[in-house]
């Protein structure tokens, strides 16, 4: 079985550019999430979709970060325009309802 | 916000010995609570729940649950140099799927 897939694996901007994120989560998982890891952190989510529809993105900084899951399967997460705190690794999970979640290798984000 | 406290550590082991990981909720209407084991610069994959108080044992590993003191722990026994790592400890959000996670706990094993 195939793991949850990211792209890309690092990426490094400056600050005021933005940057987009790619997630394809594990086949049949309905549910998905993205965290942001900083160094030394443990993740915080910023999103989570339950097929197409988000469940909780009360911590997801809307003015700069946006996140869509149009068909239900594959996701990608913006950010725009990006700032220096915005360096962290995001993970993307994804799981069969409430059971284990599975992460993706993570994308390594340095902004400059 | 269900809060998850973790001491940082370092946390350092002489090969075979046990090693105690330790957490501390927030929310005492949490019902269930997970570790995942985080090697540096990989992410985190899960080794243990627990959702009962009590243990709950696999191989090496076992966590213990104690929903009176909002105390969860992770014993590892006969520890490796392979188990250095961050252990994180993890509760259901709000939502009841996503996690909160506490900031981990490094462990080093030492030959």
């Known amino acids: 079985e195939a793991g949850v897939a990211q792209s890309p694996r690092y990426k490094i901007i400056e600050k005021r550019q933005s940057v987009a994120f790619w997630c394809n989560p594990i086949?049949?998982?309905?549910?998905l999430y993205w965290y942001q890891q900083i160094l030394g952190q443990g993740p915080k989510l910023l999103i989570q979709?339950?097929?197409?529809?988000?469940?909780?993105d009360s911590q997801l900084p809307k003015d700069r970060f946006s996140a869509e899951r149009l068909k239900g399967v594959d996701s990608t997460l913006k950010i725009q325009p990006a700032k220096l705190e915005d360096s962290a690794v995001y993970l993307c999970?994804?799981?069969?309802?409430?059971?284990?979640?599975?992460f993706g290798p993570g994308t390594r984000l340095l902004v400059l | 916000q269900k809060e998850v406290e973790q001491n940082s550590g370092p946390l350092s082991v002489p090969e075979g010995a046990i090693a105690s990981l330790n957490c501390t909720y927030s929310?005492?209407?949490?019902?269930?609570f997970f570790w995942y084991r985080q090697y540096s610069g990989k992410s985190p994959e899960l080794i243990m729940s627990?959702?009962?108080?009590g243990d709950k044992e696999d191989g090496r590993f076992t966590a213990q649950l104690n929903k009176a003191s909002q105390y969860v722990s992770l014993l590892i026994r006969d520890s490796q140099p392979s188990d250095s790592a961050t252990y994180l400890c993890?509760?259901?959000?709000?939502?009841?799927?996503?996690?909160?996670f506490g900031k981990g706990t490094s462990l080093l094993v030492t030959p």
């Open positions: 999970a994804s799981s069969w309802g409430q059971e284990t979640q599975y």
């Open positions: 086949s049949g998982h309905a549910t």
């Open positions: 979709f339950q097929n197409n529809g988000v469940v909780d």
């Open positions: 929310d005492r209407g949490s019902q269930s």
């Open positions: 627990i959702y009962s108080n």
């Open positions: 993890a509760v259901p959000g709000n939502s009841g799927y996503a996690l909160n």
